[in-house]
């Protein structure tokens, strides 16, 4: 394929030696003339491994060459991959100057076009870029439109400096998000042939996966940091506290815990969370992302009290009560909380959680209901078909399949379904609908 790759930075001549050395011809566009010599004398602009033999190769066999001008760029290729820089501004926000002014390059060039071409963006931009910046440029500049005239996209580049031709070859996965299957198969057609999973999806998704990512990779340093600073201030080797706990791939390095829902409690994560930052506090530590974590978590539990205040009825029924599905284990669950703060404001509420029925109750959880929450004790209802008949809002904090298809048959177009677990038939919601993360 002719491919023009506009930005020849880290993530630019890597690409373009690569795809150069899979057999496409690869033409760099760059207004950095000392760049352009460079490359043209078979050096790469970029200290990596490998980059230098594999840039002479490519540019002595003529498959990578090198130019300022972006028009010519795409009137002889097929494909444009935007790589410029996006940095940061002062006040955190994105500077998407070369961003713009690629786009409007190219949809200068395309205006005079006649075959389809496809533009794909691989900086780091913003989630909604490409829909609000990049697409209004090129339609305006080239008078044409995305979809019918033109294929436009989002591939997020996940190489790592220091090892991207290994990153490259070797990339965890291949997102597009793309306009069109047209134009996602352009790009699979480049890179189908690396021995991962080609992902095509949604450009907004793209986008901030590529955020996700980054910041996931931050925020596992950081953990582990503030885990061996902790382990440090105790005499212990945090080395060997974060070697074991990346050996449980059930739990830790897992999927388990990564899927956006309602607020994490029970009778054990709470507890030790304070326990670890009393013990890290008595020695001097401080671990300010760990201290940050169970005030995120009181958020998430007030934005969906808050929203349900905002909706304005006083009839409200919660479905689920314990801290998780297949308990009924209730201390520190973030449903209680959630159920005492609208007794508060005088809600009106129902509760129906099978695992927490009253009759079933013995023991300490019965005590723990009828002295330390008496005042929820009182909501519970029988069956779910009860709350569901008499209130105007349902928020669904329990997965339970069976009282689900009771919520799926009963709930009425006047009803608003707060949805806290991620509804699976939510075409079946015949209301209004908020869900908690999506
Ligand atoms: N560096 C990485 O490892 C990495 C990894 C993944 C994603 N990214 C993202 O990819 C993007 C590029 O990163 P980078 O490190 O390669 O940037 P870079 O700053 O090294 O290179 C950007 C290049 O774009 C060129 N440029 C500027 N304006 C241009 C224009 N109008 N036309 C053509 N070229 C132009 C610059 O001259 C420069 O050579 C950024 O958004 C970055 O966040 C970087």
């Not at 043209?40 to 602009?45: I, Y």
């Amino acid at each position: 394929m002719r491919i023009s790759i506009f930005g020849l930075g880290y993530v630019g001549a890597v690409s373009a030696a690569c795809l150069a050395r899979d057999g496409h011809q690869v033409t760099g566009i760059d207004p950095n003339p000392d760049k352009l010599k460079i490359i043209r004398s078979g050096r790469s602009p970029i200290v990596e491994e490998g980059i230098q033999e594999l840039t002479s190769k490519v540019v002595e066999n003529g498959r990578f060459t090198v130019s300022n001008d972006p028009h010519a760029g795409v009137l002889e290729t097929d494909i444009s991959f935007v790589c410029v820089g996006t940095p940061s501004l002062s006040n955190g926000g994105q500077n998407l100057d070369a961003v713009r002014k690629v786009s409007e390059d190219i949809g200068t060039a395309l205006a005079e076009k006649q075959n389809y071409h496809v533009v794909i963006v691989r900086s780091t931009i913003e989630p909604g870029t490409i829909d609000q910046v990049v697409k209004p440029i090129l339609e305006r500049s080239s008078g044409k439109k995305v979809g019918k005239d033109f294929g436009l996209g989002f591939q997020p580049e996940f190489l790592r400096e220091g090892s991207s031709i290994k990153d490259y070859d070797n990339p965890p996965f291949t997102v597009v998000g793309t306009d069109s299957k047209r134009s996602a198969d352009v790009v699979a057609s480049l890179f189908r042939h690396l021995p991962c999973e080609f992902i095509a999806t949604d450009i907004k998704i793209a986008e901030t996966l590529k955020y996700a990512c980054n910041i996931f990779h931050a925020l596992k340093i950081v953990f582990a940091n503030e885990i061996g600073r902790f382990s440090k201030s105790m005499g212990i080797d945090g080395r060997e506290v974060m070697h074991l706990i990346c050996k449980d791939k059930q739990l830790n390095i897992s999927s388990a815990y990564l899927s956006p829902g309602f607020a994490y409690g029970g009778s054990c994560l709470p507890k030790d969370l304070r326990a670890l930052l009393y013990m890290a506090k008595n020695r001097d530590i401080s671990l300010p992302m760990l201290q940050g974590v169970a005030p995120s978590n009181q958020l998430h539990i007030d934005n969906v009290v808050d929203y349900v205040l905002a909706a304005g009825s006083r009839r409200v029924g919660m479905i689920g009560l314990s801290f998780k599905s297949g308990t009924d284990d209730l201390r520190e669950s973030p449903l209680v909380t959630v159920a005492e703060r609208f007794i508060g404001k005088g809600i009106d509420l129902k509760i129906h959680d099978p695992n927490v029925s009253l009759s079933h109750l013995i023991g300490a959880n019965r005590r723990y209901i009828e002295e330390s929450i008496p005042h929820i004790a009182s909501t519970m209802t029988d069956t779910c078909d009860e709350l569901i008949d008499n209130v105007d809002i349902v928020v669904v904090g329990l997965r339970d399949p069976a009282l689900l298809e009771k919520l799926y048959e009963r709930n009425r177009p006047d009803q608003l379904i707060v949805d806290l677990v991620s509804l699976t038939e939510r075409e079946r919601i015949k209301g209004k609908y908020w869900g908690i993360c999506w």
